[in-house]
């Protein structure tokens, strides 16, 4: 099995030799929504509030999706579809 590769054109020294594995499998909808958990982020902050990583914070918000690797339920399951994790 061959891996199929996306390759750029040339408009900047560091597109140049850029590929990228294409992902035709990933699901190309919105994400699960009950799967889905917002990360919590610091924004450079402490657990009292100062700042200790300076320039940090603002940003879009993230969100988590949620894995069940516990399986509960015994038996077989079944794979509904395949998403992409932004933050893995």
């Given amino acids: 099995m061959s891996l199929l590769l996306r390759t750029f054109r040339p408009t900047s020294p560091s597109l140049r030799w850029k590929k990228v594995p294409l992902t035709p499998n990933l699901h190309k909808g919105r994400a699960f929504s009950p799967l889905l958990i917002g990360k919590r982020k610091t ?40 998403e992409y994790d932004p933050n893995r």
């Fill in 43 to 82: 924004g450079g902050r402490n657990n009292r509030g100062h700042i200790t990583a300076p320039h940090r914070g603002g940003g879009a918000r993230r969100m988590i999706r949620y894995l069940d690797n516990h399986r509960k339920i015994e038996g077989p399951h079944r794979v509904i579809r395949i």
